[in-house]
Nanobody, 121 residues
Framework: QLQASGGGLVQAGGSLRLSCAAS????????AGWFRQAPGKEREFVAG????????IYAVSVTGRFTISRDNAKNTVYLQMSDLKPEDTAVYYC????????????????WGQGTLVTVSS
């Protein structure tokens, strides 16, 4: 089970850190990802971190601004978001899968409940 937290209201240019805590499975042994869904839009990939080497990938729209990381001791994956823009406003979901890195939501088999990030202009 995945539990996402850390969302909130922030002004453009600000920062937030989202957390995804896992229970019942060890995040260090699985690939984790963050997705987001803005109002009226489809859910889209944001970032992913490989299970073994911690290699990361990002969507073009967040590259250089967002950083995904993991703390194996806390069984938690983070998404550090900086220089936030109004277009980053969305519900953010963490997800996990047993396989390698993937960008499609259909590739992930476990999902958290989502946390809302609102960026004001």
């Amino acid at each position: 089970q995945l539990q996402a937290s850390g969302g909130g209201l922030v002004q453009a240019g600000g920062s937030l850190r989202l957390s995804c805590a896992a229970s019942g499975r060890t995040l260090s042994t699985i690939t984790a990802g963050w997705f987001r869904q803005a109002p009226g839009k489809e859910r889209e990939f944001v970032a992913g971190i490989r299970r073994t080497t911690a290699y990361t990938i990002y969507a073009v729209s967040v590259t250089g601004r967002f950083t995904i990381s993991r703390d194996n001791a806390k069984n938690t994956v983070y998404l550090q978001m900086s220089d936030l823009k109004p277009e980053d406003t969305a519900v953010y979901y963490c997800a996990a899968r047993r396989g390698d890195l993937a960008r499609y939501q259909s590739d992930y088999d476990s999902w958290g409940q989502g946390t809302l990030v609102t960026v004001s202009s």
